[in-house]
């Protein structure tokens, strides 16, 4: 519920009297239920009637299914009252576990007891996002059942969706999850309800772990989840809200427009070419990023969020070393953004554990060049006909290496006797 994924009212009751009162309470027809629990197994076996619609049906069924108690094995068992759904609709499951060399996964499928005959269900991989979540709906083998019905397809579909990306950011926030199903998944004509949740926690985890700071990406998941840490406000000199943050699929079409008003110059300046060509996939590799490798961030203002700066932290096989480059927006130049990104980049480097940063800059881009060697960056040796110059930057001592940052970057990072302070957190900077 916490998460938005709503499951429905669910009363155990231990006597005739106090089922009676829950379905008074939940409102008449309501359905009844044994759910045995087995110690063996993670998932119950149950009985169900439907359709209880007085006080003695109520009362008659409760003795039945009390009745069925009668073994050693279900003392865990108990009677369920709940409301009864008497509208269209279809039994879905979604859920997710763990595999030994991926990770967690999501699976969404056929639901209801049909589950266990059918086996037949798509999976994902924990984050989703709403376009990823439609195409493990549209994979499934009961999607063309559902894409028949009008209702789902009005509002059915995006309930369903919401669904998965919630789930999926539940199982992103707590690894200790071994398995958990919903099933069934109600979907209805008005959204989506969960009318059981079955959760086993995986023992393989100690209960105090935590991600460790440097870990970006968790050990339970196989991708990266989007690193809200990396969100800040900054303060331009005119008082200006930038808004810097790490890039997500979504921004392809804005990344297009920042592009496409870049002037030839600082295209030049960045690419090392006057035009760039901007097909759908070479986007998608800009903006689908592996968080765990490259750390792509934007500068962004206003409500509408549009871009005035990129900046990518790009990881060398090593994980020790990082290729920084930015670009900032023609008009938005001269106003302080390409050192605040310089100073981003850095603070993120030493919280992610990086030593040095590299920077590929044209010999005839001097401001670029100037900016690098105020922070302390230094040019290693290079033909004097190349046509780049690559800029290095030690952000934290090793033995025989000598720190260069000048006087303003010691002050920021609390760089005492040219060593780095080790990292605690990124609130210097804010």
Same mark, same amino acid.
């Given at each position: ?14 006597? @005739? ?9 939940? $409102? ?6 044994? /759910? ?30 009390? $009745? ?22 279809? @039994?879905?499951?979604?859920? &997710? ?5 991926? $990770? ?7 639901? $209801? ?5 059918? =086996? ?37 579909? =995006? ?14 926030? !707590? ?82 427009? !920042? ?36 750390? &792509? ?46 100073? !981003? ?5 030493? /919280? ?15 401001? +670029? ?18 046509? +780049? ?8 001592? /090793? ?32």
């Amino acid at each position: 519920r916490l998460y938005g994924i709503p499951v429905i009212e669910k009363a155990r009751i231990r006597d @005739e009297d106090e089922a009676v009162r829950a379905a008074q309470r939940i $409102g008449y027809p309501i359905t009844m239920m044994l /759910e045995i629990e087995r110690s063996r197994t993670l998932r119950s076996d149950k009985i169900v009637f439907n359709n209880r619609k007085n006080d003695n049906e109520v009362q008659r069924t409760f003795s039945f299914l009390q $009745g069925q108690i009668d073994s050693p094995d279900d003392s865990q068992s108990s009677v369920i009252v709940q409301p009864m759904i008497n509208k269209h609709c279809y @039994e879905l499951m979604v859920g &997710a576990q763990k595999d030994l060399h991926v $990770g967690s996964f999501i699976k969404f499928g056929l639901g $209801g007891y049909n589950v266990r005959k059918e =086996r037949d269900y798509s999976i994902g991989l924990p984050p989703l996002n709403q376009t990823q979540a439609r195409k493990m709906i549209e994979e499934a083998a009961i999607y063309p059942c559902l894409k028949k019905d009008h209702f789902f397809q009005k509002r059915g579909l =995006r309930s369903l969706e919401e669904i998965l990306v919630r789930l999926s950011q539940l199982i992103v926030d !707590f690894p200790h999850i071994g398995v958990i199903d919903i099933n069934p998944l109600i979907i209805m004509d008005n959204g989506c309800i969960a009318r059981d949740v079955v959760i086993q926690i995986d023992k393989n985890i100690p209960q105090e772990y935590l991600w460790a700071k440097r870990d970006v990406c968790p050990v339970h998941l196989s991708i990266p989840p989007y690193p809200f840490q990396y969100q800040k406000d900054i303060s331009l000199k005119d008082g200006t809200i930038l808004h810097v943050r790490p890039i997500r699929g979504e921004d392809e079409a804005c990344l297009r427009r !920042f592009f496409e008003k870049l002037s030839e110059g600082t295209v030049f300046s960045r690419f090392g070419q006057y035009r760039i060509n901007l097909p759908h996939e070479h986007l998608v590799r800009l903006c689908q990023v592996d968080y765990d490798r490259d750390l &792509a961030f934007l500068a962004v203002v206003g409500d509408e969020e549009a871009i005035v700066g990129d900046a990518r932290l790009n990881r060398l096989a090593n994980h020790e070393m990082a290729e920084l480059s930015f670009v900032v927006a023609d008009q938005w130049q001269g106003k302080g953004i390409g050192g605040l990104l310089m100073d !981003f980049c850095i603070l993120v480097a030493k /919280e992610i554990g990086l030593k040095t940063l590299l920077m590929e800059v044209l010999q005839s881009n001097e401001r +670029m060049k100037r900016l690098g060697y105020k922070y302390g960056f230094q040019p290693l040796p290079c033909d004097e006909e190349d046509d +780049m110059v690559e800029l290095q930057l030690k952000i934290c001592r /090793e033995a025989g290496d000598e720190l260069m940052f000048s006087t303003s970057t010691k002050e920021k990072y609390n760089i005492i006797n040219n060593q780095a302070a080790p990292a605690t957190s990124m609130a210097p900077l804010w």
